[in-house]
């Protein structure tokens, strides 16, 4: 009836009878999020904290075993910031900045991520994805405590729905039995495979690629330094046509090996055969313990509309890139992000609906960007054709002896933010001489402040000014965005100046709740700033 | 910038010897290799995406009968 399809890592949320059980008439919810991953979890949490009621049904009592997801980006360390768990992230999370490149027994280059100073957060940690989710559950706990009116009910797992105009009904199953409620918005972050967008019939196109990956987690005292390491056409004995080493915490290593899709899969899994892989890469003398291993594969694919009515989908639900990037859990936390508020909006009745549409259009533009690059990705590391084979072995020999071909070489591009160009909520960029990183659409980037950083006092919608003057305050139709005042003097390395200012003298900037840039101008001006700010909550089409 | 299609070597016979002459020797899957490496080599020198779209499109229009 209700198995676990799953071990757990840790059980977090076991099942307790809850009241809507008992209830003749089914109770109806503001917020229902199905489906208890990272994705799952973050949209209770930002809903939650913003004072939203929120019930998140998950078929499991905890969270599932596994590494998964092992590289959490900058971006997601900042959004985990702003609801209170970045901290423990990063202090459990392994930092790198060093990758070695190697084509078959060759070193082709290194590369340094140089990560750029006057940030809070290194550019990535690994971090397993248990312990992720783990810290955001926590998380909630803690704001439960705190009054934040979140309820996660675990062994609930959704059976069916029907779609009405206003609301959405939900019959749900636990270990004593069926039960129905109704939600007022729905949000799906049940996974790759969502049963919610198989339940609503719904499309996921895309182009499927044909390869698995054999991934191991393994314990080792092993002298290897904490770097990237990948290979292209690995050398060591039927390891597959590329090769990733990657450092977690708690002397666990990450190994993928891409297999080919011909493959046994029951075969590929024994012990004994994976132990063939990883001794025959790592020297028969190495001491190690599989910790966690798994074959997969994957498929580049997007639903065409992340909203469906009163349904909303996010995350692996909404979209699959490869795994090449770390583009996965990144972009589903930037989901949430960007949902958060304007759901908050909505469900407050301070934003009309289709605000909810920019949720679809703004993530939809993030997904195809993921998309892009996990296919070039994919397409570099497994070439489709003789040809490709051959300019992407050119590439790799130049690569060894020059500079120029380092920039060509594509194990994967790293998760960097999307930026909303052409976001129907993006106001005026009227800021000459402003720097393109922080134009509308983009996210701020962290600047330190003397004694803090810029990100920390960014929430909610924010005037922030650098040396211009503004009220401390301005309400438009509900919606109030208050003053940052800084100037270019509040940091001496010059960082808050070279992302804000660029040439101009002074700036005035309308942020969102997620951090993104509205509107820009080089002074304060009243009607402009109320303009920016009924368009940046969807009040007002684009002319 | 935009791609030259006019004559702008100023000893053409000794350019196309050269070209010749560095795939001798070579085996038709070392000359292929050879060829994408030097395809590369010129496309960063090019430098500019836009002018090397119209090198890529003069290449293809010029091979079709």
Redesign the interface.
Known sequence: MLDDRYSLAFRLYPYGRCADQDAIDPVRHPVVVVGGGPVGIAAALDLGLQGIPVLLLDDHEGVGQGSRAICFAKRTLEICDRWGTGAPMLEKGVVWNLGKVFHADRKVFEFNLLPEEGHKFPAFVNLPQPYFERFLVERVREAQAQGAPIEIRGKNRLDAVEAREDHVLLDVTTPEGPYRIAADWLIGCDGASSPLRRMLGLDFEGRVFQDSFLIADIRMKAEFPTERWFWFEPPFKSSGASCLLHKQPDDVWRVDFQIGWDVDRAEEMKEENIRARLDAMLGAEVDYEIVWSSIYTFQCRRMKNFRHGRVLFAGDAAHQVSPFGARGANSGIQDVDNLGWKLGLVLRGKAPETLLDTYSSERCHGADENILNSTRSTDFITPKSAVSR??R???L??AEH?A??RP?VNSGRLSLPCIYDGGLLNGADALPGGPSRTRPGAPCPDAPLGGGQLLERLGGFVILTLDADAPEAVEEDGVTARRLALSAADDPSGALAARYLGDARSAVYLVRPDQHVAARWETFDEGAIRAALRHACGKERPA | MSLTLDPNLADADGVYADLIEAHEGLTEEES??FN??L???LA?HVGDRETFRQALEAAGSAGKR
């Open positions: 051959l300019f072995n050119a590439v020999d130049l020059h120029f071909a060509f | 292929h290799a994408a490496r395809i590369l080599i960063n």
